[in-house]
């Protein structure tokens, strides 16, 4: 996620140059054909586009307003996963008298954190990260989840016989928080608990289950394809109709302009139909590269900083010194 003010203005033109691009062409060659090789018939009333333009600022707003909901959303479960962990780690390590138990608990959790952060990175068909213009911007970041192996980063927190049995399963988030639920109830019964207090670490254990399926569920059910589609089509059918409803206006100018532009209006529809187009396509680009807060992208939440920091934090409720207190991230944009 950038952690900066705001994009610049000239980043924001290159994310949307190929749009640009695609639109002055179109534009030159339409006007061109209007003017220079006087094919007339090429314009359409203002009307028109005028309500085209109105429908598809609608459909627009309402897909940013949808996508941004989901990054909203995503915010705010790890924001609360983050206050879990933080719970966890702290009656872990004071309810029980064992402080190897108290650091298996927090450890497993450790690995519970990385295995949903690299389920969150897994590539769906809908994502939009290894587009053009969203690819360009991973040499400004890293994502440590396509760079270091699973088995590799849960290594550290956990046994070799509990890394076996995570690695096989399907669901390995769960996995994790099953061999929890087994290792309280193991305490349970040899005493190293109380029952008041099993049962108020098992409805931890239940707030982690219902947060895991609410990131699994934005991750794995996309913004509504249907949705999506339309506004597409929408956009394209606007850039491609908003020019000739402004040719037609800017021709009615030519019996009203004296001077070098008398007859010659109709150019000033390059520029004006190309910026309007823009805003719309940008409009859309923005909405579909909001909607997937978890694809490794510039603007996802950033569930790679938030696992460090709440290692930081647990780890050092167990007093320990060697913490990481920095991340493998650096620059303006933190993942």
């Not at 990385?114 to 809908?126: F, G, N």
């Amino acid at each position: 996620m950038l952690a900066g003010r705001s994009y610049k203005f000239t980043e924001f033109v290159f994310w949307t140059r190929r749009w640009l691009y695609a639109l002055i062409a179109f534009n030159v060659v339409l006007v061109m054909l209007y003017q220079v090789a006087d094919i007339k018939w090429l314009t359409i009333p203002w009307g028109v586009a005028f309500m085209l333009g109105t429908a598809v600022a609608l459909m627009a707003g309402f897909k940013s307003t949808q996508t941004y909901n989901r990054t909203w959303e995503a915010q705010q479960i790890w924001a609360s996963i983050t206050g879990t962990s933080r719970l966890w780690g702290t009656m872990s390590r004071d309810s029980l008298a064992d402080e190897k138990e108290s650091q298996r608990l927090i450890y497993r959790h450790l690995a519970w954190l990385t295995v949903l952060r690299y389920q969150m990175r897994d590539s769906k068909a809908w994502e939009t990260a290894k587009k053009a213009s969203n690819a360009e911007y991973l040499k400004n970041y890293g994502v440590p989840e396509k760079e270091y192996a699973l088995e590799a980063e849960i290594t550290k927190y956990i046994s070799p016989e509990e890394k076996s049995r995570i690695l096989i399963a399907n669901g390995k988030a769960t996995q994790i928080l099953g061999l929890q639920s087994e290792a309280l109830k193991a305490m349970l019964r040899s005493g190293a608990i109380p029952a008041n207090v099993f049962f108020e670490l098992q409805k931890i254990l239940k707030d982690f289950h219902d947060l895991q399926a609410k990131s699994e569920r934005i991750k794995n059910y996309p913004y509504p394809r249907q949705y999506a589609i339309i506004n597409a089509i929408f956009v394209r059918i606007l850039c491609f109709l908003l020019p000739l409803g402004i040719i037609s206006e800017l021709e009615r100018l030519n019996q009203l302009v004296q001077g070098v532009m008398a007859g010659h209006m109709v150019w000033l529809a390059i520029p004006l139909s190309v910026l309007i187009s823009w805003m719309y396509a940008a409009l859309d680009q923005v909405g579909e590269s909001s909607a997937n807060p978890f694809e490794g992208g510039a603007n996802d939440v950033p569930i790679s900083q938030i696992c460090t920091s709440i290692e930081v934090d647990l780890r050092q409720l167990l007093g320990e010194s060697d913490v990481p207190l920095g991340s493998r991230l650096s620059g303006p944009i933190l993942m």
